[in-house]
């Protein structure tokens, strides 16, 4: 991790200074709602065809390690 400048308790202890810093206010964001954001709300072909992608891209990851 970046040329080994920062040791692992380096980068953990600034982790714990930003979400001191924002009050451990973490909000996610997953693929629906980055298609809601993005589409027209009128245009429903283009937001069910969004999703469908989105739904099939999920199903095709390999999350095995």
């Avoid at 469908?52 to 891209?57: A, E, G, K, Q, V």
């Amino acid at each position: 991790m970046t040329a080994e400048e920062f040791s692992r308790q380096d980068v953990v202890a600034m982790e714990k200074e930003i979400a001191k810093a924002i009050d451990f206010e973490f909000d996610t964001c997953t693929s629906a709602e980055m298609v809601h954001q993005l589409a027209h709300p009128d245009d429903k072909k283009t937001l069910f065809l969004a999703e469908y992608l989105s739904d099939l891209t999920l199903l095709s990851s390999n999350f095995t390690r």
